[in-house]
């Protein structure tokens, strides 16, 4: 007998309708697995022979072949062991295969017919629903997550013989209730407000993520960038609910959802060690799995001991920093990860640390930092608008600081600064400052002839680049943003000059 | 290049001898401090039992008037002109040491009178608080008139020589002593700064033009700093720093020592407050300091004068907590309860104003 029964594919992010189809005849006893399955799927025969067993069913005497069509697509992973049981089981008639139908199966078996969650169940519910199929069956530990999508009905099962159970109707069909985007709102563990003195660091952060500008932070050990880097998450605008999905389905498809509360709700803060491959950072491997950056998309990505990241590894950051996502082609697969992401890196002046600081003396040479900075090439530097220096904070400066505003208080100003930029460049299909190309740059940073002068002044008096120049411009943009002014005034762009004179202190004139 | 008949000779020896002060100096003994007699003894082979036999022969093959003008010729083509010590641009000052430089090669201009040349010296490696002294001290003297000399090599040396370069009103502001030939800039980072020597000071060397730098040209160089000097400041220097051979050498010559104190954890430093604990060098303070020993006043040094009427109240506010002393942006936040988007603009335009300026670690100072 023949049966066909409903799964799901997942290559990158998208994905495609399986079906499972399993023909059960007389003949010699064997096992055919066609329809290009990996080594996993290909294991499923035994755990799909096991689970039969041992949840009181029989398993066919003679031959059974499986084809997974459509059967040019590679298929990966252990989502197909529950599909293939549930055919079995109605190809050899001991379920009616009619009340399979309108059901998605998508789950890993144990040898005791138990279901194990798998990876990527969220871009496969939500491919179930553009495939118009009412309800999924799946693993309780996938069921939170699968819950968010409506219209779709999530059947947590917890074994074969439950699930076969639900579907013949002698147990009432136990169904996970839909949860809405508005459960899912966490508070972030760190907050602005916990972060003593650093003002001026803490406006510059405000000032990048208001314009979506990336951020260098250079300072001695312990001046506090790590700890302004992990409270930037907070001060993003919150998580729109299609921002949410879009999130979770990247890390769903790595796997790192797995028993956890299902929507990530909170923006993304993705920290890689320098040590840090490319292939881990851009994504890659035989899968062609997303990497961190992919991670970080609509969250910030901190690079921490910036210039000890391999140079390649820096280099290959470039283009998807200015494209917003990445394509990953390997011989396998080719797949196109968002990775829109705020970078925000951290770098000492110097390689032991302590140049400028007022407490401990600098032991390198001037060759030494030299070397250490030009790790940072002009074209990286070129691509971080805000840079801002920080100075390491005493006992008894943290003990006497005040502590400044909350989180919500300056995120409430980026949120207005954003819709502004949103509203101006509705036409120009960007959302804030940091997109601006150089053509939309001479139309919406006009500057005050007053304000003018002033950034003329600053280019001879302080030598900047004429690529910091842009730059400027940019975050004057911004910062008149933030300032609710349509023009941009003299003091705007004076403040923007305060971010990027490091360019000339640190990358100008070093001898 | 017009030479008289002795400075030709003289010229002659120190290009076919080398930049051995020494063995030239033993030379022109044996014959009388006459140049010429040791040209026409070298031309006839007699200078075997005045050293060794493969240098004579060497001298003996130089010996025609056809490699003196080729020598001449090919220092014309490099724009570099050579001093002999009978001549009349070689530096009197340098005369007096035990072994000067029979030909000196130089770029720039030469005066046999320097108003008052001190030289600075110091470490490759300063931190920032020495680059900063080191620049406004050479400022400072080279406004009052000082020729600044110095080696021209990376850190103190380029600060001082930049520092003298900022003296917009002096006509002579520094000079500079390569260990490589006077054509050839090392380090090449500094070429800036060497143009800029050439065009209102002088680069001299003792080593012949194309001669490259090399690790035992350097002490022999800091002979010819303190040499032309009539002091040497030491700005910033280890404990085993070859500015404290310069400053040593300073002393032997009759040179007064001047040094820059550092604070006590500072290695940097440990040289110069060395130098100042054991009495070896004066203390100083300011450019004041050095002047006052060679019986220059200075008139009181001012803080370039700001008119605080000028300035918007936060700029004024700013300036006021500066005055004391050097202070963090945190810190000014703190102290003056400006916002920071508004401390940021107000610390541009006093940075424009020329009033305060900033320095690594975002710290400000008037």
């Known amino acids: 007998m023949l049966s066909r029964i409903a799964s799901y594919g997942l290559s990158g992010l998208e994905g495609f309708l399986v079906r499972v189809e399993v023909d059960s005849g007389g003949g010699i006893p064997a096992f055919e697995l066609v329809g290009l399955p990996d080594a996993a799927v290909r294991e499923s025969k035994e755990r799909v022979h096991s689970a039969i067993r041992n949840s009181g069913f029989a398993y066919p005497q003679g031959r059974v072949t499986v084809n997974l069509a459509p059967a040019d697509q590679r298929k990966e992973g252990s989502v197909y062991d529950l599909p293939i049981a549930v055919g079995i089981l109605a190809a050899t008639g001991q379920l009616d295969e009619k009340l399979t139908e309108g059901f998605m199966f998508l789950g890993e078996l144990a040898l005791d017919g138990g279901v194990r969650p798998v990876a990527g169940i969220l871009p496969m519910v939500i491919g179930a629903y553009n495939e118009r199929i009412a309800s999924v069956a799946l693993s309780p530990e996938n069921a939170a997550e699968a819950s968010y999508i409506d219209g779709v009905r999530v059947v947590p099962a917890a074994n074969l013989r439950s699930l076969v159970a639900m579907l013949k109707g002698g147990v009432p069909l136990e169904v996970f209730p839909p949860r809405g985007w508005d459960n899912a709102r966490v508070a972030y563990s760190s907050d602005f407000s916990d972060i003593k003195g650093q003002q001026g660091a803490k406006r510059a952060a405000e000032v990048a993520v208001a314009g979506g500008h990336n951020l260098l932070l250079v300072g001695t050990p312990g001046s506090g960038k790590t700890m302004l880097a992990r409270s930037i998450p907070s001060i993003l605008p919150e998580l729109s609910f299609a921002e949410a999905l879009e999130i979770t389905k990247i890390h769903s498809v790595t796997g790192a959802l797995k028993g956890k509360d299902g929507m990530v709700a909170e923006r993304p803060f993705r920290a890689p060690h320098h040590s840090a491959s490319g292939v881990s950072l851009i994504g890659g491997g035989p899968k062609a799995l997303p990497g961190e950056i992919s991670l970080a998309h609509y969250g910030v990505l901190f690079l921490d001991e910036f210039p000890e990241f391999p140079k390649d590894v820096l280099e290959a950051l470039r283009q998807p920093l200015e494209d917003g996502f990445v394509t990953i082609a390997r011989a396998a697969a080719r797949s196109t990860y968002p990775a829109d992401f705020m970078l925000v890196a951290a770098m000492n002046p110097c390689p032991c640390g302590f140049f400028g600081s007022r407490v401990t003396p600098c032991r390198c040479t001037a060759q030494q930092i030299l070397r250490y900075r030009n790790k940072i090439s002009g074209p990286m530097l070129d691509r971080i608008d805000i840079h801002v220096e920080m100075s390491e904070v005493g006992y008894a400066d943290i003990a006497g600081r005040s502590t400044g505003e909350k989180s919500e208080v300056v995120r409430a100003r980026v949120n207005a600064a954003r819709a502004l930029q949103a509203r101006r460049y509705r036409k120009e299909g960007i959302l804030f400052n940091a997109q601006l190309t150089n053509r939309m740059t001479g139309v919406y940073c006009v500057l005050e002839p007053e304000a003018e002068a002033l950034l003329k002044k600053a280019f001879s008096t302080l030598k900047l680049s004429a690529r910091a120049y842009t730059r400027i411009l940019k975050v004057s943009r911004t910062i008149a943003d933030l300032d609710g002014s349509e023009n941009i005034l003299p003091a705007h762009v004076a403040e923007a000059i305060q971010y990027r004179s490091l360019e000339s202190k640190y990358w100008g004139t070093l001898r | ?366």
């Open chain 2, 1 to 366: 290049m017009k030479l008289s008949e002795k400075e030709r000779y003289l010229f002659w020896l120190g290009v076919a001898n080398g930049p051995g002060a020494a063995r030239s100096r033993k030379l022109l003994e044996a014959f009388g401090d006459d140049p010429k007699a040791v040209f026409e003894a070298a031309a006839r082979g007699d200078l075997h039992e005045h050293m060794k036999g493969d240098v004579a022969e060497l001298m003996k093959k130089r010996a025609s008037e056809r490699y003196i003008e080729r020598c001449l010729k090919r220092l014309e083509e490099l724009d570099v002109s050579a001093a002999t010590i009978a001549s009349r641009a070689y530096p009197e000052l340098l005369k007096e040491i035990y072994d000067p430089p029979v030909v000196l090669y130089y770029r720039g201009t030469l005066y046999p009178q320097l108003r008052l040349p001190v030289a600075m010296v110091g470490t490759r490696e300063p931190s920032e608080y020495g680059r900063r002294a080191a620049v406004e001290l050479a400022r400072a003297l080279a406004e009052s008139g000082v020729c600044v000399v110095s080696g021209l090599a990376y850190g103190i040396d380029r600060a001082a020589a930049e520092g003298a370069l900022e003296a917009k009103d002096s006509a002579y502001p520094t000079i500079a002593v390569l260990g490589s030939g006077p054509d050839v800039v090392y380090p090449e980072a500094n070429r800036d700064v060497y143009e800029k020597v050439v065009a209102r000071g002088a680069v001299v060397s003792e080593y012949m033009p194309g001669t490259e730098p090399k690790a035992m040209h350097f002490p022999m160089r800091n002979r010819i700093i303190s040499g032309l000097a009539r002091g040497v400041v030491v700005v910033e220097a280890g404990e085993k720093s070859g500015a404290l051979i310069t400053a040593d050498c300073a002393l032997e010559q009759g040179r007064d020592a001047f040094a820059v104190p550092g604070r006590l954890t500072d290695l940097k430093s440990a040289g110069t407050n060395a130098l100042i604990r054991s009495g070896m060098a004066k203390l100083v303070q300011s450019a004041a300091d050095i002047l006052e020993e060679y019986g220059i006043v200075k008139r009181k040094e001012e803080k370039p004068g700001v008119d605080t009427g000028t300035l918007c109240f936060e700029e004024e506010l700013v300036y006021r907590l500066l005055v004391p002393g050097e202070r963090s942006f945190d810190e000014l936040c703190e102290l003056s309860g400006l916002s920071a988007a508004l401390l940021n603009s107000t610390l541009t335009s006093l940075e424009f104003s020329g009033i305060i300026k900033q320095s690594p670690g975002r710290l400000f100072s008037l």
